[in-house]
């Protein structure tokens, strides 16, 4: 018997700290690390030993007698991955963290942000000895895209949680939700009671087409969708136009993929979810019969990756459907499969595409239709979308990449609803330097930087996409974040940060004079109680509170 790791896989390594033998791959030591779409079992040199298993926080890990019939392909996904990638003798070096020495005495960092690399950062942080943490978030509520952004049908992907659970909880964390730095409190009284202050805030924004009529009404950000569909207080009064059949997604990463399935799925299937309620009530009534999927360029080049593709050739009821003249490839994207130096998940991302091209729609399904080399040129409609053309693109390398150039070809759809998904951004962070070409906060692994002299700025520190941009998933923010910390605590025993004038009362005393609504860790308990009692009387993991006022009454009540 041997363990597979299947699509919950989110990459935060914790599998390789325990393995004995070194048998799962790319470890973060390795370069494809930063690149790949999840982590590989070596079935051959797998011992049986279960470790993997107990310490994934997402329940990615089965062994391969128990592999549920839609998780077998991943045995051989594995087996592919070591035939390009035999495993070589040398286990990497574990990494020397910093000690911080007691004639120091504690180190107070305060973190901006509670979603992934925040709550990595906090684990890092309080797993040290001699570090107070004080995490503040501007909504009521902690974890960021894991509540407000993973699809509700992914609630393994979802437990992550409770990994970060710890961090949040940890005896020397305190948490600050509901106030809104930059609003409540400033940056420069941050540093006042902190020696450090990390900025992990994400990137809330959105891309946008740059076509006429994209601000049309029928036109929104895919990340508007998935934010409405989780119930992210924001959104939860959001309308969308589901009275059309047909839906065009612009755009071909994960994100795409999950809403496109969230249009698509029979909504009993839903309401097993955390999806809040307002959505599941709309996608009932939904006309939407056709979701198209838009990529410029072709399959080999297509940013979702294979877990979530094989996922949603799954979906019951729903054809997932491509023309076989755009699943060919072009001479340049076959040699780039072909080349064995490239990681088998190109080819694997070819191979489904090419396998739907094959398939025979049934008669009365719903349909998710996969396009490659077309862009959209316009939103098309008197007062709202009713159309959207698209032109034909082909691929053609420049600077020794493959770009889509336009040939001049269109065509148009019929639709009320387009949805971009072309990418996140990073929004601009109060008092701080800001980086509008890449959306990201200047910084040198994590150590912000003013752009003018690229000096580091004492005391100011950035981990997960704000940092890096949008890229990689959950588990990738754990190194992100350790990397930031760690640079953090070797500024602090160097002795290059100001200590703190203020201490921990003075800022309770602070928060509460400017901001009595805030919404400590036991409060987020009580929410996160409560909850889960209203989706375990409904059959659901949660039911989850979408407007502020009932999610600080929720705060108020004891248990």
């Known amino acids: 018997m041997v363990y597979v790791i299947t699509q919950a896989c989110c990459n935060d390594a914790s599998c390789v700290e325990v393995c004995p033998v070194n ?10 690390f930063a690149t790949t779409e999840m982590l590989y079992i070596d079935p051959d040199t797998c011992i049986d030993c279960g470790a993997c298993v107990d310490e994934c926080p997402v329940d990615a890990i089965y062994a391969d007698n128990e592999l549920p019939a839609e998780h077998e392909p991943y045995l051989k996904i594995a087996e592919d991955y070591y035939r390009r990638y035999p495993i070589g003798p040398d286990w990497p070096e574990e990494r020397d963290r910093t000690k911080i020495p007691a004639e120091l005495g504690t180190l107070r960092v305060a973190i901006v942000g509670s979603g992934p690399s925040a709550c990595y950062a906090a684990l890092e942080l309080t797993g040290r000895a001699r570090v107070e943490v004080d995490i503040f978030d501007r909504l009521p509520t902690p974890y960021g895209l894991v509540r ?3 699809a509700p049908d992914h609630q393994s992907t979802k437990s992550v949680g409770e990994l970060f659970r710890s961090a949040l909880g940890h005896k020397r964390s ?10 409540h409190i400033s940056h420069e009284e941050l540093l006042a009671h902190h020696h450090a202050v990390i900025y992990a805030v994400g990137a809330a924004g959105d891309r946008h087409l740059d076509v006429p009529g994209e601000d049309l009404p029928g036109s929104h950000a895919a990340t508007e969708f998935v934010a409405w569909y989780n119930g992210h207080p924001d959104y939860a009064d959001r309308t969308f136009d589901l009275s059309g059949e047909r839906a065009v997604i612009i755009g071909n990463g994960n994100v795409a993929l999950d809403v496109a399935r969230a249009l698509v799925t029979d909504p009993d299937e839903l309401a097993k979810t955390d999806m809040a309620d307002h959505a599941v009530a709309a996608l009932r009534a939904s006309n939407i019969r056709e979701v198209v999927v838009v990529g410029r360029r072709g399959p080999a080049q297509a940013a979702y990756t294979n877990p979530e593709l094989l996922a949603l050739g799954q979906l019951p009821g729903v054809d997932l459907v491509v023309d076989p003249a755009e699943a060919e490839l072009d001479p340049a994207s076959r040699a780039l499969v072909d080349d064995p130096a490239v990681e088998p998940r190109i080819a694997l991302k070819v191979e489904q595409v090419q396998g739907f091209a094959r398939r025979t729609p049934s008669e009365g399904n719903k349909r998710i239709v996969l396009r490659f080399l077309a862009a959209p040129v316009a939103l098309n409609g008197d007062g709202r979308v009713e159309s959207i053309t698209l ?15 336009r040939t001049g070809q269109t065509e148009t759809l019929s639709t009320g609803l387009v949805l971009r998904s072309v990418g ?9 330097p800001f980086d509008e070409t890449r959306g990201i906060l200047p910084n040198e692994e994590g150590r912000v930087v003013d752009p003018e002299t690229n000096e580091p700025l004492p005391g100011v520190y950035t981990a997960g996409w704000i940092k890096r941009g949008p890229t990689g998933v959950i588990g990738t923010n754990k190194q992100c974040s350790a990397q930031t910390v760690e640079h953090l605590v070797q500024d602090f025993v160097a002795g290059r940060l100001v200590a703190p004038v203020a201490d921990r009362e003075k800022l ?47 705060s108020r009540i004891e248990s």
Do not use: M
């Open 424 to 432: 996140y951004r990073g929004h601009p962070v109060a008092d701080l």
């Open 391 to 405: 032109e034909r693109t082909e691929l053609a390398e420049t600077n020794g990449r493959l770009e889509a150039h």
């Open 23 to 32: 048998c799962i791959h790319p470890t973060p030591d390795e370069a494809p």
């Open 174 to 183: 305190q948490c600050w939700f509901n106030v809104e730095v930059g609003t």
């Open 148 to 150: 407000a952004g993973v």
């Open 508 to 554: 309770a005393a602070l928060i509460s004079e400017r901001r009595p609504e805030y919404v400590d860790y036991r409060g987020w308990q009580q929410i996160d109680k409560q909850e889960r009692a209203r989706g375990g009387a409904a059959g659901r993991s949660r039911v989850k509170f979408v407007a502020v006022d009932d999610l600080l009454a929720a």
